[in-house]
């Protein structure tokens, strides 16, 4: 119950569950949304243009009438031209589905002195967030781990109370194992029945051929693909000056080097690594953002929702 009396359908965890999510970065996210991109296919009338034709608010084309049809939906400046009856189609309007792909594998556990957070434990708060965001707006959202093939898959629900769930879900994944993300991009492709917007969280510390291919199935399917690259400041900064021992953590070999020798070289080579993804998700016009693990969520996420509100494209909200 809300001060004013009113029922409140904000969505909350379970009471056994520790919020991801806190009021500061709750109302940092207040009066944005989650806005779709390309045309998607709900399940209830909302806010989210379909690409099934109904009869809304929003024009959208005319067909010939058809014996039976419905006279109020006639366009009679249309046949006072044409001396044809012709009706007039709008949008219909719906919700959608998003799904959040959250990469659990090895790499995800990093967490470097100057950071406050492990990798994953930065994507988990980001999907809560957008998480919260959905559900507040009445959309639906479900959860999908991957290391190497997908893990734990957690349906869409538009129910306030699946936030606890989608909570339980992210706090219960563990950083383990090879990435492996292409194939596990393109096999989530191939269960997806109907089209959503699909968030991957993920450093993409992955081939990145193999990665995109699967993005791209997603991607030609109909989804809506917004990457998240989560990094953690010391990958992108190299601030190591003495001899260090680096520990491969998907099965690369240990190696001890001198990072004076070789800071700048590979300062360049990882800026030119965010800029092929960078790149790569422009050309496949996918939504992205960098999410580094020392940067607040509640300074990253408004700015990514209110970037991708003013570059949607047809199908979005107006």
């Not at 399940?43 to 049809?69: K, W």
């Not at 708060?125 to 707006?137: F, G, H, K, S």
């Not at 191939?190 to 791209?216: H, M, N, W, Y």
């Not at 989804?223 to 099965?251: S, W």
Request: net charge negative; charged share 25%.
């Amino acid at each position: 119950m809300t001060a004013d009396g009113q029922v409140s359908t904000d969505p909350v965890p379970s009471e056994t569950t520790p919020n991801l999510v806190d009021s500061t970065l709750q109302s940092r996210l207040h009066g944005l949304t989650l806005e779709t991109r390309r045309r998607l296919e709900g399940t209830v009338t909302g806010r989210h243009r379909s690409r099934l034709r109904g009869f809304s608010a929003e024009f959208a084309e005319h067909r010939e009438y058809v014996a039976g049809d419905d006279l109020r939906y006639v366009d009679w400046k249309v046949y006072g031209r044409s001396d044809r009856y012709h009706l007039k189609q709008f949008e219909d309007e719906t919700n959608f589905s998003c799904w959040l792909v959250l990469d659990t594998s090895e790499s995800m556990s990093y967490r470097s002195g100057d950071a406050p957070l492990s990798k994953l434990d930065h994507a988990r708060r980001a999907a809560a967030a957008l998480a919260w965001l959905v559900l507040r707006q009445s959309d639906a959202v479900g959860l999908v781990t991957v290391a190497g093939k997908l893990g734990q898959l957690l349906p869409p629900s538009t129910q306030p109370s699946h936030l606890g769930q989608l909570n339980q879900a992210l706090l219960a994944s563990s950083a383990e194992g090879p990435t492996g993300l292409g194939s596990a991009f393109s096999d989530l492709a191939s269960r997806l029945t109907r089209p959503a917007i699909v968030i991957c969280f993920s450093d993409l510390f992955d081939d990145l051929d193999q990665t995109f291919a699967g993005l791209e199935q997603l991607a030609w399917r109909g989804h809506d693909v917004v990457v998240l690259q989560v990094i953690d400041p010391a990958e992108q900064d190299f601030p190591f000056e003495d001899p260090t021992r680096f520990v491969g953590m998907e099965g690369e070999a240990d190696q001890v080097v001198e990072p004076r020798a070789l800071a700048d070289a590979y300062r360049a080579e990882f800026r030119r690594f965010l800029e092929d993804v960078s790149t790569r998700c422009r050309s496949m016009q996918m939504d992205y953002r960098l999410l580094r693990s020392d940067v607040p969520l509640g300074d990253v996420l408004p700015r990514f929702l209110q970037a991708r509100r003013r570059r949607r494209g047809p199908g979005a909200r107006p």
